[in-house]
């Protein structure tokens, strides 16, 4: 079962789903919108992943050998993708390919993490402060339009456009949803202050982006109701930190059929986001006293909350690189202790898993990798039959009389007289 939380998570959220509609009718316009972001980041996903095949999976072969260009292409590509979530499945399904290194996949998930608070500088720069629905309608009608052409790459474009569409619908649902629901019911009664407030609006943050499997979507629902004086700026930190958190759990569940470098690489993506969050309820003092001064260095108002809550996020993810570069030979090290590469199974695949089959070009990578190791063991298998090598590499073995063999075109050149 490749999302067995998934088929657990959906009675509690239609349970949770009816209760909220029963308590309050204002409820249906917050939850219709983040229903219709859902929706609007499925189709954005849907819409890159059509780019696949092609351009998406060369520049991410080229851009990850050194640790800098690993880190720029996470950042930017999530920047450009909105979603840090289809990033870490295309690197997941990239490592298990054996397309990528461990070490440049750590580097994407880095960058990744600094490139998803783009997102809450776009829906608290723009989204609270424009009508963005105005923008929804033609996005929608021209992606539909461009849904139905035969070449893929329109249609993508179409999935991008009517994705962008509903994500822009979605913020102006829940932005009013909230501004109408403070009216009836006041949720900023419920605000904690002290450690007690940040561990419990940090598990109600990790909770709700585990539950939408979307860090997005929580920051926006964080950020709307911020706006709307439905929750306090120091819980709404809190609840930042917790989707930090919450968001590991894309990474999980595309690991679990994926191969050990996947379930190491997913590993890394919970260890390096719960040690910054940690890190930073430990300084949140201090980090609010940062935000602060750079807020006002940057022209935003002191009673901007939502702009400063988008540039804690930002200051507390590249903060999290920061401490974790240095001691990423050690983070390494670990993970391959926890996660240890198992010993080899000739008779089971070594580069085709689920995970591979996300992408077309990981599916071609993985059968030609997986040819040619067939092909290597065969050719073991063959010489040591034949009593020309018992065991090792047949580069380095020979029969005992003539030498190590030769490699010619990709295959061996036997010169034994025997």
């Known amino acids: 079962m490749k999302y067995p939380l998934k088929k657990v998570l959906l009675p509690v959220i239609i349970g949770m789903l009816i209760t909220g509609f029963w308590v309050s009718p204002e409820f249906q316009e917050i939850a219709a919108g983040v229903a219709i972001f859902l929706f609007g980041m499925l189709m954005l996903e849907d819409g890159f992943r059509r780019f696949s095949g092609g351009i998406l999976e060369r520049i991410l072969e080229h851009a990850t050998r050194s640790m800098p260009r690993s880190m720029a292409f996470g950042f930017v590509a999530t920047a450009i993708v909105q979603s840090s979530s289809l990033i870490s ?3 997941i399904s990239f490592l298990s390919a054996g397309l990528i290194t461990f070490v440049a996949g750590i580097g994407i998930v880095f960058g990744a993490n600094i490139g998803t608070t783009t997102g809450a500088w776009l829906i608290a720069g723009l989204g609270l402060k424009v009508n963005i629905s105005v923008y929804a309608m033609p996005l929608l009608a021209i992606g539909v339009v461009l849904v139905f052409q035969k070449s893929k790459y329109l249609r ?14 979605g913020i102006h649902h829940m932005k009013i949803g909230f501004e109408t629901f403070k009216d009836t019911f006041d949720l900023s009664r ?3 202050s002290g450690i007690a407030g940040l561990l419990v609006y940090t598990l109600v943050g990790t909770l709700a982006t585990v539950i939408m499997q979307s860090s ?5 629902l ?3 109701a911020l706006a709307a004086g439905q929750i306090s700026y120091e819980n709404a930190l809190a609840l930042a930190i917790g989707a930090n958190i919450g968001t590991t759990i894309t990474a999980i569940i595309g690991s679990l059929s994926a191969n050990y470098l996947g379930k190491q690489l997913a590993l890394s993506d919970v260890i390096f986001k719960v040690s910054t969050a940690g890190v930073a309820l430990i300084f949140i003092i201090p980090l ?3 935000v602060d001064v750079l807020s006002g260095m940057v022209g935003i108002a002191d009673n901007d909350f939502a702009l400063k809550v988008a540039m804690f996020h930002t200051i507390f993810n590249v903060m999290g690189v920061a401490i974790m570069l240095p001691l990423l030979n050690r983070l390494i090290g670990f993970i391959e202790t926890v996660i240890k590469e198992p010993q080899a199974d000739l008779s089971r695949p070594k580069y085709l898993s689920e995970a591979v089959d996300e992408f077309p070009a990981t599916i071609v990578a993985a059968l030609r990798k997986e040819v040619k190791h067939l092909y290597d063991n065969l050719g073991e ?9 018992r065991q090792g590499d ?3 073995k020979g029969c005992g009389c003539c030498g190590p063999f030769e490699p010619q075109g990709g295959r061996f050149r036997f010169r034994c007289a025997l």
């Open 216 to 220: 997005h979507a929580t920051l926006v």
């Open 381 to 389: 298998l063959i010489a040591h039959g034949l009593n020309l090598s």
């Open 89 to 91: 499945v295309i690197t």
């Open 394 to 396: 047949l580069r380095n």
């Open 156 to 169: 993508g474009t179409g999935y991008v456009l009517a994705g962008l569409g509903f994500l822009f619908l």
């Open 222 to 224: 964080i950020i709307t």
């Open 190 to 192: 419920y605000a904690m």
């Open 288 to 290: 609010r006293g940062l």
